[in-house]
């Protein structure tokens, strides 16, 4: 795991896949109704529920590519799967996320959905 969200933007950065991301303008409009502390909710929800089982249904798609600003957040910062928790995150597959491991996700997420939210 990144202790320094600088280090692992900058990895993601030279993906040309993960850099590809961007909120439209409904994300941004489901954003301001919805508020960061709801769309945190769902973060924490979706990962506990798409994530969190050692062996998630569907693993490698279980992930959209649009319908939620997590969905998109989730894809550009290599936390959609479990093969790319492994790979870009080292966390390992195949057991359960623990409680911090979960946090860790969540606040990458709401760090990229942030830094993606144009200043009002």
């Known amino acids: 795991m990144y202790s320094n969200y600088e280090e692992l933007k900058a990895r993601l950065t030279k993906s040309k896949f993960r850099s590809s991301f961007k909120l439209k303008s409904k994300d941004l409009e489901y954003i301001n109704k919805k508020g960061l502390a709801e769309i945190e909710k769902h973060a924490e929800e979706f990962n506990r529920e ?9 693993d490698g798609k279980q992930t959209p590519f649009r319908g939620h600003p997590v969905f998109i957040a989730q894809h550009a910062t290599a936390t959609c799967c479990r093969g790319c928790l492994s790979k870009w995150h080292k966390i390992p597959k195949n057991r359960l996320l623990n409680d911090e491991e979960i946090g860790y996700i969540i606040e990458i997420i709401m760090h990229w959905i942030r830094e993606n939210v144009p200043s009002p």
């Open 50 to 58: 798409r994530l969190a089982p050692a062996f998630p249904k569907n």
